[in-house]
């Protein structure tokens, strides 16, 4: 089952940062449309902002339409909008951030023109060298207006386009330069440029509908817009797409897939379930995940629930394994939206009882098995626990399809910093009697490349080793007065 | 799980009219936040439009605090407004319509002063003789500035009161006039006052959280609030909540059991499975008719899957009394809102592909049972089955846990006229080569008051005999120049 | 010139409570985008709410499409908003209300179905038997949703009508009921009606372009969308439009001229200088109270200025009176709309620093008579005379356009009560010192009549001598708990 | 009076294209809330959108609070967002510009970060060369997120800042670069810097209030938050404001008196006749070409009247000169705002009789003699001329005060290309009888430099010798594919 709903909790869970779509439509049809619903299937990976770029590739070189704001993708667009955006090709975005940096000037995609024409941009992860890249730009005149990673990438675009013979080239170039999770698509006046880290931190893909190219984070964007899956954008690799010769790849800076890192997190809770990522299902990975707890951390019980959305496949696996019953033991209300009212602190109500409420009829009585997908602050799984109980169950046991959260994300996630951190400061018997389980386990980091068929995946959080060496703290210069 | 999420989608399916909550503080608290959550737990009744009023009892007895707006709750109502409205005795209503007197006139709260002070009322349900009724009420000299029963109610009342003692024996006079489907709450200047009809075709439940009554269409939205429930209002009943008295209660309108009619589809459909209806669990009822199915209609399959989210809980059903494992095939997205931009018949994308896409790990090389809750013009049902066939499933039978639709509603919801009823013009076997199943059942009419352990229902949507005499055209005079 | 702008400021001066227009299209045609041009002419006179209705007189008689809101004309409606709003009549109305009832239940038009089909109702004015006929109609059972008169007024046509012959006789009946200051417009199914108080206290003028009838509250509405002037509706006279008969007349409410009483501040500040009202020019009025000033006041000085807009013209008279040169001293920044924040009181900029500019090169070193139109709370004209100071002027001498306030108004105005009166607390010479002038002089009150050629006017403002007697206070019964 | 209203007729007249305001207050005290106040006051320059940025010089070097968006000053702020914006330092902007380029990304100020922290810019002007410094910095890496100047110029001042021992030195180096009109300011971590172009094309003034300096378009500003007035920025002079060091003045780039070129339509038109530019009263310049006009182009006639409000201090002077009386003939709506819905081709309804009415007690038998500060495309000359017949005058004399446009500006307002002056295309006889006025007469081309004191100005429109060259056509390499 669907586990993106919960991200739409804002004051709880991880967030990731981006989605993106983009789409050429090689017969000149337009793509706003399009996008639009392929935003709206990325909606999981970003509700603070979105927008969608188009351009005419036939038309002059410099001319386009931007829309975007804060908000989630129906709230941003109507139809006014979207029929007043004309182009063949285009870009769209779908943002989250962390407090702070969330405004207006900070949504995406990035439109720019520089001395080649067009360039329109939409990035997802994090680039762990920015603030150098920054520096180093800035101490030749650049200026920046935004604060996001693409506005450097497209600096650096620019500037290498001066010395390459195409903007594929320039984009190549500028991926050279630029380290950490990069999940990028770029248009030109007449190119659909992808481009993904050598790491392969964020997914990326390429779809096919009639004669239109696609570019999508997660391939649930191509099934909605009813488009055919091509294959993913291999890690490392740059994809360019052009009427005049279709797709073309450049894989000379994909490197050993020893040296791959997929984000782990995006097939325990990131991704949705309908996607497959590098050839793996995002369901079938928690299934196994599920399966493994069943093996590795067995306890006898009544059934197995998950918490909405994130936990129930692994739940499912849990109970395929375990031959205890599965059952839906939680009803979410899925209107909590981006503006709700959180409940005060000194309240009644409490966020989670607004959130989720338990189907006394199927715990009452029993022992549970409650399977959610990770502990972050473990500040709403005491109270998810407490409504099991007040609901009837007997026992609770908990179990969680990842290993204990450890350290901290440099590759595009939110995972706080370490003293946030419940697992850090707390051993698992202390977490359980936290959140006041009858039991707890956590998925063995062993069986982390298990639920992904042996990939190489990036489990920084978990045991603090990255794939790339994380960044150290920028050194800046004066400023001025 | 939690079947209240498809009627999100505009577009599709059935629609109630209202949910209602009230709410009575005897210590004195504000009581618009709690509405706020109460009303947020019954989005599901209505996403259209939705209001709060809440008045001071100690205050001037003509003084309130009003607002009302097309649109969710969440979007009607923010911080700043919430605050500002002062009171310890209020009502709230979400409200959905049928197109056209879907507007900002129609909107619930009505509030409204009379010689006795204010009256606040927010009403579930619709009445059969309202025309009648407004017909008489003009002829002697009433004015009509909206479209919804309860102006027609709130006449009564004012007008009953001149030869009432009390505001509720008003109440109670208003009652005997007025015939059809009503779950009221009315707020006087220092009574609370909820009423149900005598059939109890709609819901209606008493809560208490500390020195505070609570009035709610459903006890899943007590449980929002931590609200413990009390009990349910009675069919026929009339209940005053005063700091006087506390609870009173009026119950010579209550009739013989036999009468009853509640709607059977609050059980299949409207209602949140997390919420009790007259002692009887939702969630179980609908357990129990997927159990049924099973028994009635088997077939022999690999995975049982409901059609999300109101399938859900009769295919578990299903899949406990056959032994056929029970599975999610899949997955929602749950950020189709009131303002999503439907796709364009000639668009490439549907509406079903955007709402909901099939697990093909799941599914996959499967024979399928797929329930779903009903089929109203099956204008979807084909596309569903069509997504499983094309996700790799070798069979696919839909099974569906309530009878088919053959008469029109009267009582509260949007079932359409005759000739839209895909079961009114075909055979099952029609439908199930017209929706391209390989076999199609739905659940025995005779099972329908087992699913509610014997109480009486309203089946006239199934079977035309409804629990009282369905309205006859009201003949009008002439009207004005 | 103009003197209607300060009205836009919105913690200053006085209002007035309304502006009506209505039309009906012989041939058909759309009005609502009429009706809208035609409002805006009536801006001044309510910048709170406004709104439009409209009816097709030959679709189904309860058939009609409403539109109001908070703000201004140009605020509350768009392109797709008139443009969606179809009928060949329809009445419109601008607002301004005093601070608790101005909310958007109260905004005008109030449109409402009773036994013969709809009605539309729009109203200038105020009824000093307002609570009482409210009290009575209670008593009887009726409900009220709004504080307005109209809705008393509409009850007691939709009562008349049931004994009457015709709607204009339900009408007609119904202002024998109402007591105070009303210029009325309704609109039925198939007819215009316009009424006007006996007294005649609020404007009130027919128009014609093409075959179409228009009803204005000033002749400059008919002037803006092109239409002819007919002549006014009389004191007392209710006016029905239909394309069965034309207009029809109903004088059997006329009283004798001596018992007239229009308000002689819509000559002095209310209505646009561009408007006639009852065949005397508002523009010629203010020029004559200049001239009386002139001849009364005299004073020797160098320059002759008005306050802008409204002492602008009084100004001129008094320039053309006294030989001495009319100039402009001040520049007023007319981008202060409904939404402007006002400076705070600790903080450096005023109000009227805000508001308004004196212009140095005009006043530096000149003998100043600076021309207000009134007086109220004397809060703002010390400021003003500081002003001109500031910029040079060696002397400044105040005359005021009319006598000094000192009662309250009942009939549609907002004068404040006695205690905030300046004049009421203070002497002339008093005034001059607070507000800091060289001399002040005020219109004299046997003045007032000579303005408006010997017009029968409203002056208790001034005298306490009403045209009628003013409202004692209600006594209500108990209100309920 | 003030002849700024007209400016808010969208379909009318010409605009300017911006008006700034800065602030820098050396106590520490938030500046935006004045800000607010003086943007409000040089609204007649822009009334497309607005924006503020602050910074606190005591903050992080890179950290601000930036607000901008379509829409009028009150319209795009409320009370929330300006007490959100904490800082002591601030530029702010008012905007118009021509349709195609108007969207919130032009908005301004420009807010940027660079190698020295951050930079805020307002900018009012056109360059000439900005194509060229665009294609010279975009061929070393530049990228452009907007189309407007400002961001051109910020890219010089960053990449001077490298090579200069200030930000104010940097400043300087940019005006080196950048040629055509510009009134800048820009808001460094510790500095507020304002530049004025060679030619002082557009105005810029410096004032003070205790112990903050104040950078404004206009003395109005000034006045309106009680700033008192220093200087003005002399054409060519860099002005760097810091508690350092106070006001430092860089004139190296100021240029002898014969070639500034101060716009004479800011004296005209554009500027509140409040308001000083460069020593000289707007408000007197408008009198002594009224004065002028009535030397050198004489008529008997009964009536001077202005064409609100541009027209009405020429109007004055005309009268002061020729002893014809001066009166009021017109009423001005000033509440047609930006939203207001123009009136269509067809309808009855012209944009000028909404925008203006005539007053007939004044007009009506009198020979008129009509002042109005220029005729453009002559489009609504000949309405108001027809108004003024329609209401009864006898004969219509019109007046420019202006001589004729027959040259396109390059430097900040948008006089259309020469196709669509009509005095391009017909003699001053021609356009008298296409306005169907009695006589018409321009103001003598040798009158202007009169007005203005001797000042030397540019009066290109009218002449085609322009202080600099006209641009030329850019050339433009190969675009990108």
Redo the contacts between chains.
């Keep these: 089952?669907?586990d993106?709903?919960l991200k739409?909790m804002p004051w709880d869970g991880l967030h990731e940062e981006c989605g993106v779509f983009a789409m050429y439509d090689f017969d000149g049809g337009d793509v706003a449309?399009?996008i639009?619903?392929g935003l709206?299937?990325l909606?999981?990976r970003g509700q603070e902002s979105c927008g969608i770029a188009v351009s005419d590739t036939n038309g002059p070189?410099?001319n386009y339409a931007?829309h975007k704001d804060m908000g989630?993708?129906?709230?941003v667009?109507?139809?006014e909008i979207?029929e007043g955006m004309h182009g063949d090709i285009g870009v769209g975005h779908t943002r989250y951030s962390t407090a702070g940096s969330s405004c207006r000037?900070n949504a995406q995609p990035?439109?720019?023109?520089?001395?080649?024409?067009?360039?329109g941009m939409a990035h997802n992860g994090n680039l762990i060298n920015a603030e150098e890249l920054r520096?180093e730009l800035?101490?030749?005149?650049?200026?920046?207006?935004t604060?996001i990673d693409s506005e450097t990438i497209?600096?650096l675009i620019?500037?290498e386009?001066?010395k390459s013979a195409?903007?594929e080239e320039a984009v190549a170039k500028a991926c050279d330069r630029i380290k950490g999770a990069y999940s990028l698509v770029v248009m030109?006046?007449?190119?659909l440029i992808a481009a993904r880290d050598p790491q392969g931190f964020r997914p990326l893909c390429i779809g096919k509908?009639d004669n239109a190219y696609v570019i999508a984070s997660e391939t649930?964007a191509l099934?909605?817009?009813?488009a055919e899956y091509i294959r993913d954008v291999e890690p490392g690799e740059i994809v360019t797409i052009?009427p005049d010769f279709g797709i073309k790849s450049d894989k000379s800076r994909c490197v050993d897939k020893s040296r791959h890192g997929r984000c782990i997190f995006e097939y325990i809770y990131f991704a949705?379930?309908?996607s497959d990522i590098d050839g793996i299902?995002v369901?079938?990975s928690r299934?196994k995940a599920g399966r493994f707890l069943a093996q590795d951390s067995p306890v006898e019980a009544d059934l197995v629930v998950g918490v909405?959305e994130s936990g129930?496949?692994a739940a499912?696996g849990f109970s395929?394994e375990s031959g205890i019953?599965?059952?839906?033991a939680?009803?979410?209300?899925?209107?909590?939206?981006r503006?709700?009212?959180k409940?005060?602190q000194a309240?009644?109500?409490?966020s989670v009882?607004?959130k989720l409420?338990?189907?006394?009829?199927?715990v009452r009585g029993k022992r549970i098995i409650m399977i959610d997908d990770s502990i972050v602050r473990g500040t709403t799984s005491d109270r998810i626990v407490k409504m099991l109980r007040d609901a009837g169950a007997t026992e609770v046991h908990v179990r969680i399809s990842s290993p204990p959260f450890l350290w901290p994300c440099y590759f595009g996630t939110d995972v706080p910093c370490r003293e946030q951190l419940i697992a850090y400061k707390h051993s698992v018997d202390e977490i359980c009697k936290i959140i006041g389980a009858d039991s707890l386990a956590y998925l063995n980091f062993e069986r982390l490349p298990q639920t992904v068929d042996g990939l190489e995946i990036c489990h920084g959080c978990f045991d603090g080793n990255y794939p790339m060496d994380p960044p150290t703290k920028d050194i800046r210069?004066?400023?001025?007065?």
């Excluded at 019953?325 to 839906?328: E, L, S």
């Design positions: 089952m669907g993106f709903n739409d449309s399009s639009y619903y709206f299937a909606q999981h070189k410099r931007l989630l993708v129906n709230e667009f109507n139809q979207l000037e990035l439109v720019l023109s520089y001395w080649k024409g067009l360039l520096d800035s101490m030749t005149g650049a200026i920046f207006q604060t497209a600096y620019a500037r386009r001066l195409s903007v030109s006046p007449r190119k509908r649930c099934d909605t817009i009813g052009s949705r379930p309908d299902s369901y079938e299934i909405p129930n496949a499912q395929l019953p599965y059952g839906t939680f009803v979410k209300n899925s209107y909590v939206g503006t709700f009212i409940p005060k309240s009644r109500q409490s009882q607004v409420n338990a189907l006394r009829e199927v210069g004066d400023y001025d007065e």
